[in-house]
């Protein structure tokens, strides 16, 4: 018996077979969940989340694409799911986006109005924006998590206009947990180490990133995307029905090390 036995949600941000929502949705299809996709509209995204998709075993997926930036994309996703399913029981929020440019280190006094406004938007309100779609199809209760970064809580180097973005993110977890509480939908959010992925290959200075949280981790070293998807497993599943509006760090400890 699974722990998401019985469990269907959305799953919005695989890009490959790197990405933190392949390595959660592994772990989720292994305890019974049933997942749907969303693909990012550009290039060849269709191709290479149907294969990443495939390589978990899902050769006939439920996949639309959805760039989260527009209303209209979002609202034909929810729409969708509800006609074909009806409940939908959890969401998975693994998507992020600020221009390279200014994830250069040294660059965060530099960003513009637009590329500050599109890191908040794409990285933190479309959480919020998937939460007030999900709400009326979570009606046996729900569960949703988003993915952070340590970089939303300390000055990270590089990490610059993303961490304002993932302290937005993480408080819009709080702020919509204590309104969907009542309606048993818990909101939470893994604040993930260093992974190498598409998205971290834009920060500036990861490399040193991954072998500082290797040095330094109370773990001594970096962390795998399976153990992500573990924990995302237990903020999706029963398992933690008592929990919301926490940000868990699946990061071997590095936030608790002081020198
Ligand atoms: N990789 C890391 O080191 C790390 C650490 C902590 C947290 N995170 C977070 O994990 C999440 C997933 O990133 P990842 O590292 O797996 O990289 P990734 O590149 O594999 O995934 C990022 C996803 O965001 C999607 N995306 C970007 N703009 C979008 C838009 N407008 N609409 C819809 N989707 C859009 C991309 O298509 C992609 O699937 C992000 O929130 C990221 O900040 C990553």
Redesign the pocket.
């Known amino acids: 018996m699974g722990l998401m036995d019985g469990k269907r949600g959305l799953v919005?941000?695989?890009?490959?077979d790197?990405?933190?929502?392949?390595w959660v949705t592994r772990q989720l299809l292994e305890q019974g969940a049933e997942c749907c996709y969303?693909?990012?509209p550009?290039g060849k995204?269709e191709r290479r989340?149907r294969n990443a998709v495939r390589e978990l075993g899902n050769d006939d997926p439920w996949l639309m694409e959805?760039?989260?930036?527009?209303d209209e994309?979002l609202d034909a996703v929810f729409e969708k799911y509800q006609q074909d399913f009806g409940k939908l029981d959890f969401i998975v929020?693994?998507?992020?986006?600020a221009e390279r440019e200014f994830l250069k280190i040294g660059n965060f006094h530099t960003t513009t109005r637009q590329a500050f406004t599109q890191a908040l938007d794409?990285?933190a309100f479309?959480l919020v924006a998937m939460a007030q779609r999900a709400q009326p199809l979570m009606t046996e209760g729900g569960a949703i998590i988003?993915?952070?970064?340590?970089?939303g809580e300390k000055v990270i180097p590089g990490y610059n206009v993303?961490g304002i973005?993932?302290a937005a993110?993480e408080h819009s977890t709080r702020y919509l947990a204590a309104e969907l509480g009542a309606k048993n939908i818990r909101v939470n959010s893994?604040?993930?180490?260093?992974?190498?992925?598409?998205?971290?290959?834009a920060?500036g200075g990861?490399d040193e990133?991954f072998e500082h949280q290797a040095k330094k981790s109370p773990i001594q070293r970096n962390i795998t995307g399976d153990e992500v998807g573990n924990t995302a497993v237990y903020l999706l599943s029963d398992l933690s029905s008592g929990v919301t509006g926490e940000v868990i760090h699946v990061d071997g400890g590095f936030n608790i090390v002081g020198l």
């Not at 919005?12 to 490959?16: Q, R």
């Not at 959805?66 to 527009?70: L, N």
Request: proline share 2%; glycine share 10%.
């Open positions: 919005f941000g695989i890009a490959n790197r990405s933190y929502a392949w969303t693909y990012l550009f995204m989340v959805c760039d989260a930036g527009k994309d929020h693994s998507i992020a986006f794409i990285s479309t988003s993915l952070s970064y340590y970089g993303m973005a993932k993110l893994i604040s993930g180490g260093p992974l190498k992925t598409l998205a971290a290959s920060v990861i990133m």
